[in-house]
């Protein structure tokens, strides 16, 4: 079985729609993300990390991408 490399520490920077219409860029730990498996738990911690923008309410995930954090 193959292990993957380690990857450096970083965040993903999801672009999101929120209920209002308004487009935010919002940062998670990547590490801390991809240790949740379910679907549902992930958005539940883009919520608990960003609920100013969120309002915990529907948002629309427009685009990801990973950043190193140094």
Not at 44 to 59: M, P, V
Request: aromatic share 10%; net charge neutral.
């Amino acid at each position: 079985m193959k292990s993957r490399p380690e990857r450096p520490k970083g965040d993903f920077i999801f672009g999101i729609v929120n209920h209002s219409g308004q487009e935010h860029d919002v940062r998670v730990d990547s590490e801390i993300f991809e240790a949740y498996k379910c679907p549902v738990s992930r958005v539940l911690y883009i919520h608990a990390h960003n609920r100013d923008i969120t309002e915990g309410k529907s948002f629309e995930i427009t685009s990801r991408r990973w950043e190193e954090v140094k």
